[in-house]
């Protein structure tokens, strides 16, 4: 089978190595081993940085175009000028394929969907990574792309692979995933809720994804007395604005007095056991919300930036069948910034790691922090809760869905709706399990930063019910593996869904 990918993410070369963003190398290696030849129609360069990683097939052919950009007059006119030229090697490239695969949204994808049109007895698929929410304000672009998918034009022989469920859609739309981990890698992951609390935020530093707002979250919980601590991975271009930001947080005398874990002795226990299936999940459901709204009061402080080792890192317990072996003291990964408040290391930015260190962060941490604009399948917080992190996430694209939350209700009215009053448990790790329904709640739904903390500070005094969430979080997470992914990727490839 000749498969044909078209999409805007840069394909790179490194000393005559092709490469590209990691994720979407992992994914495209997928599809390129159940086809005897594969080429790609898009850009050859970028200029921003990329966690790079080379393809694990390099027989491929790669056929460059300029990336068609708008937002100014100059890349406007260029990119009209490619337009006809691009149209002609589209058109040329889909005649030969057997399959072709639309990587959307996106300027190209969009350029490609049209000419699709005269193609409608090729098998196409379309993979729209964005946001499929039909209520959701976004660009007219974009519009235009959700709509052209849609038409019935598409239906016969087209699948549009969107994430979460939506009702009204046509036949063509396919509910669909990413995953990330195989299913050895599935564990039930016991978090134990100790203070300082720990948040993890994963992802690129951009106004997209405003990782600011956890600065501000975490200068809100000191300012109520809860000592917490903040991870930034990832890198972009507002790194320097939250270390600068990081350094004017004030963190009071009565959250710097509370106790806490020896950052050296641990932080948080993860507790690992092998799980062998996961439970069944709740039902779908969405309310977006456009927009996020934020309080904050500043405070001015005297500031310093002091080495001292990494607050996420902790000791933990790895259970596998009846057996427990403790793992030695995580290393502080290389190249980490930490930016401190007085004598509270708060917040630690630690730059682009590699996968593994990412997931150890994951294991280590109790929420995962995500308060976007805009969405597809936000593969951070997926990733948090099959490690048994709760996550604080803002309402947009299938985020309600995934959290079974859809924002409406602060938590203690949400649980005691869902679940009903019940006591504590005395063995979170045994008991909750026997609790633990369809109904749980496995996030909050951060829109106001007042509200969010009044939600943690009711699970401090509720922790069995933190418990719960966290199993219910991984239990959602750990059904979606990479075994399945292939094998919905190679139904779409025999047009089979």
């Known amino acids: 089978m000749k498969l044909l990918v078209i999409s805007d993410a840069p394909i790179l070369y490194d000393k005559g190595t092709k490469q590209a963003y990691a994720p979407y190398v992992k994914e495209m290696d997928l599809w390129m081993s159940h086809v005897s ?5 898009g850009p050859n360069e970028f200029s921003r940085p990329l966690l790079l990683k080379p393809f694990d097939r390099q027989d491929f052919e790669l056929l460059p175009v300029k990336r068609l950009e708008y937002n100014r007059i100059s890349t406007a006119i260029k990119s009209l000028i490619n337009i006809p030229g691009q149209i002609q090697l589209l058109y040329k490239q889909m005649k030969k ?3 072709i695969h639309l990587r959307a949204p996106g300027n190209l994808a969009f350029l490609a969907g049209l000419v699709a049109l005269s193609f409608s007895r090729k098998r196409i698929s379309v993979k729209y990574a964005g946001n499929w929410d039909p209520n959701s304000k976004q660009p007219l672009s974009y519009r235009w792309q959700k709509r052209l998918f849609s038409s019935p034009k598409w239906s016969k022989n087209t699948n549009v692979m969107a994430y979460g469920q939506w009702k009204n859609q046509s036949e063509n739309i396919v509910p669909f995933f990413t995953a990330s981990y195989s299913k050895t890698d599935r564990k039930v992951f016991q978090k134990e809720f100790v203070s300082p609390i720990q948040i993890i935020f994963v992802g690129t530093l951009s106004k997209n994804k405003n990782p600011q707002l956890l600065i501000e979250l975490i200068e809100g919980l000191h300012k109520h007395g809860i000592s917490a601590q903040a991870h930034f991975y990832g890198d972009g271009p507002m790194m320097q604005q939250l270390k600068q930001h990081a350094r004017t947080v004030m963190v009071t005398e009565r959250s710097r007095s509370q106790p806490q874990s020896n950052p050296n002795a641990g932080s948080s226990l993860s507790t690992e056991r092998s799980r062998s299936q996961p439970e069944n999940v709740a039902t779908p459901q969405s309310n977006p919300v456009s927009s996020l709204s934020t309080e904050r009061s500043r405070s001015q402080v005297e500031n310093r930036s002091v ?11 790895e259970m596998d069948g009846h057996q427990n072996t403790r793992s030695s003291q995580q290393k502080s990964p290389s190249r980490t910034d930490r930016s401190r408040s007085k004598d509270n290391g708060a917040f630690t930015f630690h730059g682009n790691q590699p996968a593994e260190v990412v997931r150890k962060a994951y294991k280590q941490a109790h929420f995962v922090f995500l308060a976007s604009q805009s969405e597809g399948w936000p593969k951070a917080v997926a990733e948090a809760m099959w490690h048994g992190c709760v996550p604080i996430a803002s309402p947009v694209s299938c985020v309600p869905w995934m959290l079974n939350n859809n924002g409406d209700l602060d938590l203690k009215t949400l649980f005691i709706i869902t679940l009903g009053q019940f006591e504590p448990v005395e063995d979170g790790l045994e008991a909750n399990k026997l609790i633990v329904k369809s109904e749980t709640p496995r996030g909050l739904i951060f829109t106001k930063i007042n509200r969010t903390i009044t939600d943690l500070q009711w699970l401090l005094n509720h922790q069995d019910h933190y418990q719960m969430m ?5 239990t959602w997470s750990q059904q979606y593996t990479l075994e399945d992914f292939e094998k919905e990727i190679v139904k779409l490839l025999n047009h089979q869904t």
Do not use: C, G, K, W
């Open 37 to 41: 030849h594969t080429t790609f129609i």
């Open 97 to 99: 394929a057997d399959h």
């Open 307 to 317: 080495p001292q080792s990494n607050p996420v890192s902790s000791e933990s317990r």
């Open 470 to 474: 966290s199993q219910a979080a991984q």
